[in-house]
């Protein structure tokens, strides 16, 4: 059974960080192309981050120079760095992996707000 497990999410201040985590089992996690997406209220899902079997990472435009994606092969583990958070960068973020299919997390909430 496919699982995928994301935490940290939380209230922040704009400008401040979180670091968001999604914890994978059930899948072959060294060989998966892992991403983060999101999901604002009334907006569509959309990619924030990626990152392949190799390390080579794509980011939204959005996101360039603030967020950073990043895997531990030996935790099963994704992380996405988030830096300088800004009132739109609030939504529900979903793991992603791109493994035999598409698989997704449930979501951690992101809310930046003073």
């Known amino acids: 059974q496919v699982q995928l497990v994301e935490s940290g999410g939380g209230l922040v201040q704009p400008g401040g960080s979180l670091r968001l985590s999604c914890a994978a089992s059930g899948i072959l996690f060294s060989t998966s192309v892992m991403g983060w997406y999101r999901q604002a209220p009334g907006k569509q899902r959309e990619l924030v981050a990626r990152i392949t079997s190799g390390g080579s990472t794509i980011y939204a435009d959005s996101v360039k120079d603030r967020f950073t994606i990043s895997r531990d092969n030996a935790k099963n583990t994704v992380y996405l760095q988030m830096n300088r958070l800004k009132p739109e960068d609030t939504a529900v973020y979903y793991c992603?992996?791109?493994?035999?299919?598409?698989?997704w997390g449930r979501g951690t909430q992101v809310t930046v707000s003073s």
């Open positions: 992603n992996a791109l493994w035999t299919r598409n698989y």
